[in-house]
């Protein structure tokens, strides 16, 4: 069995060790559901920058999201 935490679990301990808020803690897992949903499930471990290019272009040409809201999801 494998002991190692979730990715959710992972990025909430790494968000508390920074002293974060809850609600940016929500946030930011939030924006890390929607990145795996939009590329089908894939674990970010076998994902690297190009995904990341891709997520956020679909935020800003399908989602119009400003500037800031792109920076927040990177």
Known sequence: MDDKPKLLD????????????????????????RFIRFHKYRHPQEMGAAEVEAFLSHL???????????NQAL
Not at 20 to 27: L, M, N
Not at 60 to 70: E, G, K, L, M, P
């Open 60 to 70: 800003a040409v399908r989602w119009d999201v400003a500037a800031s809201t792109q």
């Open 10 to 33: 992972q990025v909430r301990e790494q968000i508390r060790l920074r002293h974060y808020s809850i609600r940016t803690e929500k946030v930011y897992l939030e924006w890390v559901k």
